[in-house]
């Protein structure tokens, strides 16, 4: 069964940090094109970062997070990461891990954290 489990959410002022964790079971990781998106109430959902697979070499970001958001992968835990810096209240949405297999049509959604940025 496969399960990508974010963690790391909550609340956090303008200007702060937060890291969010994406913990991967039941699939092969490494092979796996990571990313996170996310969904603001009444608006679409949106590719935030993406990650390569293997070492993780490539990455893009939304023009919004660039310069404050960096993605990353640890293959021996399963997990990626997306370490979030200089915060803003248009940040707030729920944010989702997702897994896609490149070439087979096959992608996995985690559940959503909830990022909160507010004095």
């Known amino acids: 069964q496969v399960q990508l489990v974010e963690s790391g959410g909550g609340l956090v002022q303008p200007g702060g940090s937060l890291r969010l964790s994406c913990a991967a079971s039941g699939i092969i990781f490494s092979i796996y094109v990571m990313g996170w998106y996310r969904q603001a109430p009444g608006k679409q959902r949106e590719l935030v970062a993406r990650?390569?697979?293997?070492?993780?070499?490539?990455?893009n970001y939304a023009d919004s997070v660039k310069g404050r958001f960096t993605i990353s992968r640890d293959n021996a835990k399963n997990t990626v990461y997306l370490q979030m810096n200089n915060l803003k209240p248009e940040d707030t949405a729920v944010y989702y891990c997702?897994?896609?297999?490149?070439?087979?049509?096959?992608?996995?959604w985690g559940k959503g954290t909830l990022v909160t940025v507010s004095s």
């Open positions: 990650i390569s697979s293997g070492s993780g070499a490539n990455t």
């Open positions: 997702h897994g896609t297999k490149p070439g087979y049509g096959i992608e996995y």
